[in-house]
Structures are given as C-alpha cells and as structure tokens.
C-alpha cells in the first residue's frame, strides 16, 4: 500500500522598510513546489506585497516552476509569500547492491561518437562544474574513501552520504551562502547547503553527475510543544544518476535517503539554479531579509499555534 503525506508550505521573505525606497527591482522565484511522479501539487500561489509589480510564471531550463518578478514603481520594504499545497508519496528504493559498478558509470559517460539516450544526455548537464560545484583532485580523494574499485554506484553513494553525516558538523554559523567547498571539507562543518555541494563536488571528480536537490524538510516540534510558525527553513539534499534507477536522492545533512518528510522545490547544478529569491534591486540600502518558512502536516491543521 503507498504511504502518503499532505503538507501546506508557506514561505515567506520579508524585506524591512529601511526608509530609502527602491526605484527599480527584478526578482527571479523558485517557491512552488514541482510536479513529480511521487508529489503532486494541488495549488500553488505567490503574492507579493507592495501589490505594485508584473508577476509571470513558467519553467526554467531544469523544468522547474519559475515566476519572475519585477516592480518599476518606487516601494520602502517588500514582502513574497508563497503558499502551496502538495502531496508526497512513498517511493520504493533500490537495492545498492544490484547497481553496476561506479567505473562502469563514470566509462559509460565519457565521450564517443555516438547517439546517446535522453537520460544519458539529461544525467551530462550534472557532470561537470558548475559556478558553485569545483572539481579537484582533493575532491576526488574524499569521494575514494567511499568508492574503492569495483564498489556499485549507490552503495558508494549511500557510504559518502554517511561519511558526511558521520564526520562533519551542522554548525549554522560556521558558513555563509558564498563559502567554497574547499574550505567546508577543510573545516568539517557546515548547513545542508554546504554539505549538499560537498558531496555533488565529490561526485563530480570522480565522474559521475550529481544534482542539487531543493525543497523543505518537515521537522518535529520539541516533546509536548506545538509546531511553530515560519520556525523550518528550505532544505537541501542530492541526488546521484544511476543508468539502471534514474536518479537516487541522499540527504547528506541526516543520513537519510529523502522520504515522505522531504517536499522537492527543483534541482539544478548547485543551489544558484534554484535559489528561493534573487534579482537585482536599484536604490534601498542593503540588507537581509527575513525569511520565514512552516512545513505544516494537514493532520496538524487547525491546532492552536
């Protein structure tokens, strides 16, 4: 019997007044939920306050929903709020050990003078670098403690999962958006971004794709305590090409392969290609915004907050 779970998601990003308008704003979204074989969304919807801008919807090149923002009229302080009703059903995993081995993938990606299946062709966008995913031979070596010779490809990948899990440290303060993956496998710590790029980068030195998974986590309230309101945050997780399975997803950050607690905002090469928010701005002063996120199971709905 397949298991399911039903969630409504709201995400919100707040700009402040700072009392310097913004003249001009250009704003690229990823907030809605994507359809999948194992999630279906049964709305999705985005409202902007200054009701002042152009909203337009559609796909990206990774065929996720995509809106694009824009307001060209003078506003003091900027609210998205995103709000989107999905299911997730369960999903039957492979068994690691029937996959072929990791070489046999990494040969069979290289290039000849052939035609080449779609899959082949969608699994070559995630082989190479990408503007936040380097490839290195220190890289390479970290991917080797999990993929010594002859080791099937998702057995491997289940075991750099948990190297990760095992070794390095959630730490919210040790990283910022921008740090590179060098210094995070240097210092040993860092948030599911972080480890989520880590573990793409690793693939992709030793040849094999990986993509960046974006989405939320449901997480659990303290003992007793009701589920607070805007308390989760997106989430981030990855997800290994396996020409028998199609793509196998690792939560790097729990040591899980993603289940029903995990909702799928998209993917693409690194979290760039899926960024919640971003864009351009002319005037204001900088600042950051407050982004408030609340993964609520409809089983809890209506519970006082």
């Known amino acids: 019997m397949t298991r399911s779970a039903a969630y409504t998601i709201l995400h919100e990003t707040d700009y402040a ?18 359809e999948l074989p194992w999630q279906s969304r049964e709305s999705g919807r985005i ?29 003091d302080g900027l609210l998205v709020r995103a709000e989107s009703h999905v299911t997730v059903m369960s999903r039957e995993l492979p068994k690691p050990e029937d996959s072929p081995p990791w070489e046999t993938v990494r040969d069979s990606l290289r290039y000849y003078p052939k035609p ?4 082949s062709l969608d699994a070559l966008r995630y082989l190479y670098t990408s503007p936040r995913v380097p490839c290195s031979a220190a ?28 070794t390095f440290t959630f730490d919210a303060k040790a990283t910022e958006v921008n740090t590179p993956v060098h210094e995070v496998l240097q ?3 860092g948030v599911c971004q972080d480890f989520a790029h880590l573990m793409i980068a690793a693939l992709r030195s030793i040849g094999l794709p990986a993509r960046y ?25 990855v997800a290994v090409w396996c ?6 997803e690792y939560d790097p950050t ?51 907050a």
């Open 17 to 34: 007044p700072c009392g310097v308008p913004v003249s001009l704003s250009q704003h690229l979204l990823h907030l809605i939920p994507r």
């Open 47 to 75: 409202v902007v306050e200054p009701d002042l801008g152009y909203l337009s919807e559609g796909e990206d090149a990774f065929g996720n929903p995509v809106a694009w923002l824009s307001l060209d009229t003078p506003h």
């Open 116 to 119: 080449r299946s779609a899959d």
């Open 139 to 166: 890289l390479a070596a970290f991917a080797g403690q999990a993929f010594a010779p002859g080791v099937p490809l998702l057995v491997g990948a289940r075991a750099l999962m948990a190297l990760i899990f095992k």
């Open 187 to 189: 210092r040993k710590r």
């Open 213 to 237: 998974m974006s989405g939320y986590l449901l997480t659990d309230p303290p003992p007793g305590k009701p589920r607070l309101i805007g308390a989760d945050a997106s989430h981030a997780w």
């Open 243 to 248: 020409p028998k399975n199609g793509w196998v």
């Open 254 to 304: 729990n040591g899980i392969q993603p289940d029903l607690r995990h909702v799928t905002l998209g993917w693409g090469r690194d979290f760039q290609d899926v960024s919640p928010l971003r864009g351009v701005i002319l005037g204001g002063l900088a600042q950051a915004p407050d982004v408030r996120v609340t993964v609520m199971p409809d089983a809890e709905r209506g519970e006082p």
